[in-house]
């Protein structure tokens, strides 16, 4: 398994930003950087994935590393509705076994955001 | 559909029962993806397939699980003989295919209690 390091909980306040880290140490050249987050009472979320280059969408920004053994997922401004467990995930895309293209979650980063 | 539909949304079996869990994937989406998480736990992968076929059975804990896909669309995980330690929230997720570097998009999830 692709292992990932990221710390148990972090807190911050609403409206400011966030910055969640995740180290891959073990990373190998086809793996690709995922994160996703989980509400209370649903399903895991897709947020952002990158490979090399820094990322940004409408939910988040991912920055990496530039020797890609660990990145960080920036929430520019944390909402209420912000609050859940975040999972950074390593995803193969290449080389050999059945274990190709899943995804192992760990036990993910818990962000609690205080009015 | 817009999204992955999983039914039932809970279920109460009681122990020695079989169940059934059903997911409809994204329409287009080869991969198909089942998970558990038990109380307060993370993800455990379960089995995937890629069209109808399931090239990674290893997560199944045991024998009395299995899982159909028909039509590269619509799967079924099924259990026989329920024990409480099945007791758990099984997820299912579609990718647009197990080498996708696209993220997987989750159901909500059927909440399975055994009694």
């Known amino acids: 398994d692709a292992k990932t390091t990221q710390p148990n909980s972090m807190e911050s306040n609403e409206e400011e930003p966030v910055h969640l880290p995740c180290n891959h140490s073990t990373i190998s050249g086809t793996d690709y950087i995922h994160w996703y987050r989980q509400l209370p009472s649903q399903g895991p979320e897709y947020v952002i994935h990158g490979l090399t280059s820094n990322v940004n969408n409408r939910m988040a920004s991912l920055a990496i590393a530039e020797d890609r053994k660990s990145s960080t997922l920036i929430l520019h401004r944390a909402t209420l509705r912000d609050a859940a467990v975040y999972y950074c995930?390593?995803?193969?895309?290449?080389?050999?076994?059945?274990?190709?293209?899943?995804?192992?979650f760990g036990r993910g980063t818990q962000l609690t955001v205080w009015p | 559909g817009a999204g992955v539909s999983q039914s039932p949304s809970n279920k109460v079996t009681e122990k020695g029962k079989d169940v059934e869990l059903r997911c409809d994937p994204i329409s287009g989406h080869t991969a198909l993806y089942w998970y558990r998480q038990s109380l307060g736990q993370g993800l455990e992968f379960l089995i995937y397939f890629q069209g109808n076929s399931a090239p990674d059975k290893s997560g199944l804990p045991s024998d009395r699980f299995s899982a159909e896909r028909t039509g590269g669309s619509v799967s079924t995980l099924t259990i026989q003989r329920t024990q409480q330690e099945d007791s758990a929230v099984y997820l299912c997720a579609s990718s647009l295919g197990f080498l996708s570097r696209d993220g997987y998009t989750f159901g909500s999830g059927t909440r399975l209690t055994v009694v």
């Open positions: 995930i390593l995803r193969g895309t290449s080389g050999r076994g059945s274990t190709l293209g899943r995804l192992y």
